[in-house]
């Protein structure tokens, strides 16, 4: 009995770290958040701030025709991913759902 203590040990230990690995957020895989943009604004300015968007699930009234994004689905933090775009006709064209 006391020769399998070691290499049970062993096993249990890899599996835990497997585990743990696999729940670190920002170590492996990434986690996608759906934001919604609260304002009526077009303006690159008022896009990029991270107070005019709120975490939700997908949301209703959004459609992909629109002039004003609607959700954007990203894996980075909120604020890089909408610091990342140059101008407000790209970070439209990026949006997940528009609306008008």
């Known amino acids: 009995m006391k020769k399998f203590k070691f290499p049970l040990l062993a096993a249990l230990l890899v599996a835990a770290a497997g585990v743990f690995a696999f729940t670190l957020p920002g170590k492996t895989g990434k986690t996608f958040s759906t934001y919604h ?16 968007w709120e975490g ?36 439209i064209n990026a949006a997940s759902t528009r609306r008008d």
């Not at 943009?37 to 005019?52: A, C, D, G, P």
């Open 37 to 52: 943009y609260t304002s009526n604004s077009t303006s690159l300015e008022e896009m990029q701030k991270v107070e005019n």
């Open 56 to 91: 939700v699930s997908p949301a209703e009234g959004c459609d992909v025709t629109g002039a004003i994004p609607c959700t954007i689905t990203t894996s980075e933090d909120l604020q890089e991913y909408l610091d990342s775009f140059e101008s407000a006709g790209n970070l």
